[in-house]
């Protein structure tokens, strides 16, 4: 069974307006953090946002928030007042377990390619 | 502050030829990850470090890889003989230790990537 998965391959969204990007994961464990990262065009992997498993509340980081909904497995990316510069292809990730030790890895989905147009 | 450097940024190499890829991950970081990118198989861990040791080497493909980490601010992965596919983005990332005990907000470190090496085997 897929860890991580991302079900829109694509999205587009109108400059200047919200995008949520779904997410959902699979895990047993109680202790687990969730990741999204973006990767332009240029190829780097950028850090955007964390959830810990007990935090009550969203996170957020700026323009971005991650919808939470530990019932449901799932981990929404949400970014407000979309920008041109945030078109990119967009990661979810999981860590699970032990926060140290053979736990310490990540498990990416396979992605969503966000377009933000005019 | 500078992140996390890999070189060479490309290589294009032919069958059976040897490849190293280097990384030198943030400085003070406890951790090192080794990740493979394609289109088909998507973002792979292959292995990583903790403090130097290798913790988990089973996303390696086969004996043709192997990676080392002699000290804290250099690791190589090496591919011998090379194949065209092994040709793909590798990625290497480094990572602080937990914050805390717990997977609170504060609990743990993001992991940090470098820019990438574009592999190309011919």
């Known amino acids: 069974a897929q860890k991580i998965t991302q079900t829109q391959p694509g999205m587009f969204v109108q400059e200047k307006e919200a995008v949520t990007l779904d997410c959902t994961y699979d895990?047993?464990?109680?202790?687990?953090?969730l990741f999204w990262y973006k990767q332009p065009s240029s190829g780097e992997m950028i850090f955007l946002i964390y959830q810990g498993s007990y935090d009550e509340q969203n996170a957020t980081e700026g323009r971005y928030s991650l919808n939470f909904q530990k019932a449901r497995k799932s981990a929404n990316l949400v970014i407000s007042a979309s920008q041109l510069g945030d078109s990119a292809m967009y990661f979810c990730?999981?860590?699970?377990?032990?926060?140290?030790?053979?736990?310490?890895?990540?498990?990416f989905g396979t992605g969503t390619r966000l377009q933000v147009m005019l | 502050d500078a992140g996390v450097i890999q070189s060479p940024r490309h290589e294009v190499t032919e069958m059976g030829q040897e490849v190293t890829l280097r990384c030198k991950p943030i400085?003070?970081?406890?951790?090192l990850f080794w990740y493979r990118q394609t289109m088909m198989r998507g973002l792979e861990l292959l292995i990583y470090?903790?403090?130097?040791?290798?913790?988990?080497d089973s996303g390696m493909p086969e004996d043709r890889f192997s990676a080392k980490m002699p000290n804290a601010s250099f690791s190589t992965l090496k591919i011998q003989p090379s194949e065209p596919r092994d040709s793909a983005v590798y990625f290497c990332a480094s990572s602080l230790a937990s914050r805390s005990g717990t997977w609170s907000t504060s609990g743990a470190y993001e992991q940090y990537f470098g820019p990438g090496t574009r592999l190309t085997v011919t």
């Open positions: 895990t047993s464990d109680q202790s687990y953090g």
């Open positions: 990730a999981m860590r699970e377990g032990s926060l140290t030790g053979t736990a310490s890895k990540l498990t």
């Open positions: 400085s003070g970081h406890d951790y």
């Open positions: 470090f903790n403090n130097n040791v290798p913790i988990d």
